[in-house]
């Protein structure tokens, strides 16, 4: 049974940054397919940012420039690393893993809390 559980989000000022972790048991990322999307309220859920052994590393334009998503196969981790953090960023942070033949992904965390303020 694949389990991720997301860390490293909390509150931080306009200009500040975070590492958000999502520790895997049962799925290996060292070929990945994984991402990181996030959701505010009363928004969609968008994709952030996604990994894939074929093609590599996806950024929304929104965050280009300023997020970073790696992985440490050895402690089974990916990462997305959010650097001149703004409000707008504020959102819960799901990481998934998994690509189905159909699109999305098979297996999803339960969150963490991203919160910039002004």
Do not use: H
Not at 6 to 20: C, F, I, M, P, W
Not at 36 to 50: H, I, M
Not at 85 to 109: F, I, Q, V
Request: hydrophobic residues 30%; glycine residues 14%; proline residues 3%.
């Amino acid at each position: 049974q694949v389990q991720l559980v997301e860390s490293g989000g909390g509150s931080v000022q306009a200009g500040g940054s975070l590492r958000l972790s999502c520790a895997s048991s049962g799925y290996t990322y060292s070929s990945p397919c994984a991402g990181w999307f996030r959701q505010a309220p009363g928004k969609e859920r968008e994709g952030v940012a996604s990994v894939y052994v074929i093609r590599g590393t996806a950024y929304a334009d929104s965050v280009k420039g300023r997020f970073t998503i790696s992985q440490d196969n050895t402690k089974n981790t990916l990462y997305l690393q959010m650097n001149s953090l703004k409000p707008e960023d504020t959102a819960m942070y799901y990481c998934a893993a998994g690509c189905k033949s159909s699109g999305g992904y098979r297996y999803w965390g339960q969150g963490t809390q991203v919160t910039v303020s002004s």
